[in-house]
């Protein structure tokens, strides 16, 4: 026959029982920490090839590319993750609009360290008409 727990026993939560969810929590905020890094990498690279697709079309490129690269990163990106991404570098020459920015996403827990990206894009320039 079973014994009915007792009124003192109700709501007793072992130590393995919290420690379990407690790594279980910590391994879900690092899954969803690496998730987020990789949609923003994914952000900054489409900013970069907005930007120099742009530029590659008009006739002051290094500048369109410049602003238009930032403007898709000011409507993408906020917070933490928008300051982690440095000014983007756009260059040309007689053939290519290209585009370079370092981003730096910030781990949620300590001990994780940051996420450092370089990234690049780059297209033909269209000729003038």
């Not at 742009?54 to 993750?81: F, K, N, T």
């Amino acid at each position: 026959m079973m014994r009915r727990p007792s009124d003192a026993d109700r709501g007793f939560a072992t130590v393995q029982f919290v420690a379990g969810v407690g790594l279980t929590l910590l391994m879900f905020t690092l899954l969803a920490n690496v998730m987020v890094v990789h949609w923003g990498r994914g952000v900054v690279r489409s900013a970069l090839d907005e930007g120099v697709r742009a530029g590659a079309r008009d006739a002051q490129p290094v500048e369109v590319c410049q602003w238009r690269a930032e403007a898709a990163l000011d409507d993408l990106l906020s917070g933490p993750l928008r300051a982690g991404v440095s000014g983007v570098a756009c260059s040309m020459d007689e053939q290519m609009v290209q585009a370079r920015v370092t981003a730096t996403f910030d781990g949620w827990l300590p001990g994780t360290g940051a996420w450092t990206t370089t990234l690049q894009a780059s297209a033909a320039r269209e000729p003038d008409p």
